[in-house]
């Protein structure tokens, strides 16, 4: 577990660099209502399914790229909606699982 949280630190933006067991745990285990605090519970759990070799499809690159975007938009409240916040909590909750197969997002 310590190396996943380490491996997360170093993942693509700066969104969890630096973190530890204890703020992933408190992250993870959240039930604010909040649609940020919600996305950030799934973009970590899913950052933590990327380290446990977990991929969109098998793809790694490809899973990487949607990680940053999550990790954009939580890092922007301003330029992001409440609503677009949402959907990408939603579609990382679809990838989250997926278990590594085929995501159906959001409709």
Known sequence: CNNYTKSIGSLALSL??????????????????????????????????????VYING?????????????RVHKNPTKYSSS?????RDWFKAFNCSQGGRVNGPQ
């Open 59 to 71: 793809n790694k690159t490809l899973t990487y790229c949607f990680i940053q975007w999550g990790e």
């Open 16 to 53: 969890y660099d630096g973190i530890t067991i204890k703020t992933a745990s408190s992250t993870l285990g959240s039930t604010s209502s909040s649609t940020r605090d919600q996305l950030s519970r799934q973009l970590l759990a899913a950052q933590y399914n990327y380290a446990n070799g």
């Open 84 to 88: 677009y916040t949402g959907y990408a």
